[in-house]
């Protein structure tokens, strides 16, 4: 059973207008939210994170959205840029719970055209 | 750049025979995993180590084992490897599951 999905595999947007990567998840003991970005043949880097006690979180042109809610997440790249294509993967871990590990979504494939 | 080394990089191996990939970090990170990378899948947790001689399961981790032994090493081993397991494996270590991980550059598997 999936607990973290992203059901976009790939998205291509212009360059200079915004991305919108979302991330859904199903285990509400989840405390904090994590994007990744992977170029081929490298590992992820760590991009951006949340914790549950806020809803958002700022870094440059990358902006995390958590909607506790809705057990929804966002991550928006505002502009866009050719180098920012690539695979993003949402990622959520449980410390509260007392496991110690991160479960990873499938990845959306962002193409973003100059 | 974290210090975390992943070897081999690539390798490839017959079925029925054991692997071993290695990570090892200078970062003395206390928590390490094991991931594999699969088209359509995303990252898959295997196993993670959350201190020496403290590992547990993750998602798939059927047919591999681990150990750690000291702080740096945490080895993954195939006991008998299947072409199901070619994969990329990425070896990541974080403080706490609450801060960031960091990858490895990873290490493409194929078992013919």
């Known amino acids: 059973d999936q607990q973290v999905k992203q059901n976009s595999p790939s998205l291509s947007v212009q360059e200079g207008r915004i991305s919108i990567l979302n991330c859904d998840y199903t285990?509400?003991?989840?405390?904090?939210f994590l994007w990744y970005k992977k170029y081929p043949a490298e590992g992820p880097t760590f991009l951006i994170s949340?914790?549950?006690?806020?809803d958002k979180n700022e870094d440059g042109r990358f902006t995390v959205f958590l909607n506790k809610s809705a057990k929804h997440l966002s991550l928006h790249i505002v502009p866009s840029q050719p180098g920012d294509s690539a695979v993003y993967f949402c990622a959520a871990s449980a410390e509260a719970s007392g496991t110690y590990k991160y479960i990873f979504g499938t990845g959306t494939r962002l193409k973003v055209l100059a | 750049d974290a210090g975390i080394t992943q070897s081999p990089r690539h390798k490839v191996t017959e079925t029925g025979t054991p692997v071993t990939l290695r990570c090892h970090q200078t970062?003395?990170?206390?928590?390490m995993y094991w991931y594999r990378q699969d088209p359509g899948h995303g990252l898959r947790l295997i196993h993670y180590?959350?201190?020496?001689?403290?590992?547990d399961k993750g998602e798939v981790s059927d047919g591999y084992s681990v150990s750690r032994s000291k702080t740096e090493d945490f080895l993954l081993t195939l006991e008998s490897a299947t072409s199901s397991q070619t994969s990329v494996y990425f070896c990541?270590?974080?403080?706490?599951?609450?801060?960031?991980?960091?990858f490895g550059q990873g290490t493409r598997l194929t078992v013919v």
């Open positions: 990541a270590i974080s403080e706490s599951p609450v801060t960031e991980a960091f």
């Open positions: 285990n509400s003991m989840f405390d904090y």
């Open positions: 180590s959350y201190g020496v001689k403290d590992t």
């Open positions: 949340i914790s549950s006690i806020k």
């Open positions: 970062e003395n990170h206390r928590y």
